[in-house]
């Protein structure tokens, strides 16, 4: 299951099964006692997808053995405190005033049916062409309408994405709310260094995004090696006819330049928050394992020429 630099994928295969992953973690999310979110969608595009590793999430309080439901435990507070999270920052893009959105491989995410976007609002989605298709065709036949004005786009982000968005009628001049979710660690670590150049040059001043990021400790050896033995365990419990989705494979365990001082060179102002901060906000309680997910939130904002006049 390695990867290429011009690989492409359905949503059953390779990176795209990743997004039935994170749509699994949303569904169980959803229908558990004390929610973060709603996320209805995501149990319709489980169902047209059939078994696989992503129905690993169901099964999480069922016999798995202790450690790996912790993990599991694990990752589910992080994609809910991830969708809480990026969630938020959209509603505050949103009273902010901006009305242009871009989800940068939107995979599953289905805020484009469940946010109350204001009117006006038009959100773009990027991703493989057989994910959006997949998805469409789901939503289709499910018959849910869109809460804001919504454009797909079929691009490789490896590729010449902002051309490809300009034609799809992308307005540069005017400030666009960004979402990187669930994307970075399938890159090779220049293409995140050309996704941020790209994403910056199309940023109107007062611009927005958010992502969540690789720590460095993601790209060690131990790290690796664990998580694949950890995922590899999944089909014990999911019944995936021995079928796994294989994460570490699939990701590029490389050091990165990061994100949130790159961001601040370039005249954004930016954070990160970190896994266990960001579970404790939003569950009210420690994350099941402190230093589970080597990952992090990140949030930031183009500074304007009034920015500049109060400094
Ligand atoms: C883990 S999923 C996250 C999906 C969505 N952002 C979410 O959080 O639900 C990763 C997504 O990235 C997409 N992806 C990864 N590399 C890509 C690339 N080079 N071009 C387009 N899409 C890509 C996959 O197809 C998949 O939908």
Same mark, same amino acid.
């Given at each position: 299951m390695g990867r290429t630099d011009d690989d492409t994928w359905d949503v059953?295969?390779?990176?795209?099964a990743t997004a039935l992953m994170v749509a699994g973690a949303r569904a169980a999310e959803t229908e558990? *006692?004390?929610? &973060?979110?709603?996320?209805?969608l995501a149990r319709v595009f489980l169902d047209a997808a059939g078994e696989g590793t992503w129905n690993v999430f169901d099964r999480a309080g069922g016999d798995a053995d202790p450690e790996l439901a912790g993990h599991l435990r694990s990752l589910l507070d992080f994609f809910a405190a991830r969708t809480a999270f990026i969630d938020d920052f959209f509603s505050a893009a949103s009273e902010a005033g901006i009305r242009q959105v871009v989800i940068l *491989?939107?995979? &599953?995410?289905s805020r484009a049916w469940r946010l109350p976007w204001p009117d006006g609002t038009r959100v773009f989605e990027l991703d493989q062409p057989k994910v959006l298709a997949f998805k469409a065709a789901t939503l289709r036949e499910h018959g849910a309408q869109p809460t804001a004005e919504r454009t797909e786009v079929a691009i490789d982000l490896r590729q010449d994405w902002p051309m490809t968005l300009r034609q799809n009628?992308?307005?540069?001049a005017a400030p666009t709310a960004w979402s990187v979710e669930g994307l970075l660690r399938y890159l090779p670590s220049h293409a995140q260094d050309l996704l941020f150049e790209r994403l910056h040059e199309l940023s109107a001043p007062g611009s927005r995004v958010v992502a969540n990021a690789p720590t460095d400790d993601a790209a060690s050896p131990d790290r690796v090696a664990r998580e694949r033995e950890l995922t590899q365990r999944f089909s014990s419990v999911a019944s995936t006819g021995g079928a796994t989705t294989d994460v570490a494979a699939l990701s590029y365990a490389e050091t990165r330049t990061d994100v949130v001082g790159w961001l601040r060179e370039h005249g954004w102002e930016a954070s990160a928050t970190s896994v266990p901060e960001a579970v404790a906000h939003y569950r009210g309680r420690p994350a099941a394992e402190a230093d589970a997910i080597p990952s992090t939130f990140i949030s930031g904002r183009r500074r304007t020429i009034h920015d500049e006049e109060d400094s």
């Open positions: 059953t295969e390779s990176v795209g558990s *006692a004390a929610p &973060l979110f709603r996320d209805p *491989a939107s995979g &599953l995410d009628g992308f307005d540069e």
